[in-house]
Structures are given as C-alpha cells and as structure tokens.
C-alpha cells in the first residue's frame, strides 16, 4: 500500500464514497519522538499537551494493488493552521493523503476504514466484506490502552478471530493473483468459489444476526 500523491480515478471514487465536505490536503509526515504505530489519536492527544495545537479528524488515504482505501485517521494542527501527520506508518512515507472529515469522532470505539475494489476481481469484494465485519466487531469492543481491548464476550472474541483469519487468508491468496476459479488457500482440490468462498454473504448476514443477539439491536441496523 502507498499513500497517492494524485487524484487517480479510484482515488476519486474513494473521496466520493467517504463524501467529507472538506478537500484533500498532502500533510507532511514527521513522527513524533514518543509517537507509536497505529495510536494517531493517543499520539495527536500528547502532542497537544506538550506543544499546544489541535486534533483533525479525517480519512489517511491508502492505494494497492487491488483496493483504494480510507483509514479514520487523526493529525496535529499547529498553532499556525498546518497540519502535520505526526504518527509512524508501518510503510514510510514523506506525505499523506488525507481528507479532513469532523463527522466521526473517536470515543474509545474503533472506527472501520472505507474500502472500494479498484478492480474486477470478485474476490476482492469477499476481502472487503469480511473486512468490513471485522471492522463491526471492533466497534462494539473497547479499548482499554495503546495495545488492549476487550469484547463484551467470548463469543464476539471468537468471531472476530474467525473473520480475522479469514481476512488473512483471503489477503495472501489475492497476492498470490486468487480467483473465484482458481485452487482455494486451504489446500482442498476445489476451486475458491466452490469451497471457502461459498457462501460468503450469508454467512455475514448470520453472523450479523448473531452478534445483534448479543448487543441486543435489530440485525438491520448492522452494516
């Protein structure tokens, strides 16, 4: 993955899906010394107790090779108005994209990333659905620290492992050029379509009932 440094047509269809009223801007990244991977809101926060300025929310932009997608994402606004990304990435980068965007604000809940297929691969759209229920489960978990966070129970715990294997998988098999026809990532004799990628939406749409149980909402409120 890289952060653009152009609007390319899945970029833009990027910046249409998360529709923030605010434009794009290329923010300088220059970690801080205390900053750490994957805490931009925690980092942002520490900044602001040290050196003053505010917290932006938005959306870090990220291309692959097969997805575009929006990482909910937090900068520092010095006291002059500029904004500079001060959180390592597990890449590195000089400049990211990011989109300012003050409808979604972190309250301890993880906030999923906006994900589109920039391609025809069906496959895709099964990495993104089940990134997507992933990403809905560790929304109703909480976060207790830099590195911990919990579930309301053992069940959701589980289920996040399964999607989260899943994911994985499905990610290493579109590395390895994965189609629906091609040999499934377990190791069956069966084609992906016919074996692990059977199936994929209704089993979403029963877990989603499950976990609605759970938390006690109807399963349509769910993504």
Not at 38 to 47: L, P, S
Not at 128 to 152: G, Y
Request: charged letters at 20%; one cysteine or more; proline letters at 4%.
């Amino acid at each position: 993955m890289i952060s653009p440094i152009e609007v390319t047509i899945p970029v833009q269809k990027l910046i249409n899906r998360i529709g923030s009223e605010y434009e794009h801007e290329f923010v300088s990244n220059i970690p801080d010394s205390e900053a750490t991977v994957g805490n931009c809101y925690f980092n942002v926060e520490k900044k602001i107790v040290k050196d003053g300025g505010a917290l932006v929310y938005g959306w870090a932009v990220w291309l692959g090779n097969f997805i575009c997608e929006g990482e909910h994402h937090a900068v520092w606004e010095d006291e002059c108005g500029n904004l500079v990304d001060i959180t390592p990435h597990q890449i590195e980068v000089n400049t990211v994209f990011f989109i300012p965007d003050d409808r979604y604000v972190y309250k301890n809940r993880y906030i999923g990333n906006i994900r589109i297929n920039i391609g025809n691969n069906p496959v895709v759209d099964h990495f993104i659905l089940l990134s997507e229920m992933k990403d809905f489960l560790l929304t109703i978990a909480t976060r207790i620290d830099d590195e911990k966070i919990s579930f309301p129970n053992r069940v959701i715990h589980n289920m996040y492992s399964h999607h989260n294997n899943r994911v994985s998988n499905i990610l290493l098999y579109l590395k390895e050029q994965g189609k629906l026809g091609t040999a499934c990532y377990c190791g069956s004799t069966k084609v992906y379509s016919k074996c692990h990628g059977k199936g994929v939406f209704a089993a979403i749409e029963a877990d989603k009932k499950a976990v609605a149980k759970f938390i006690n909402v109807s399963p349509n409120y769910l993504p």
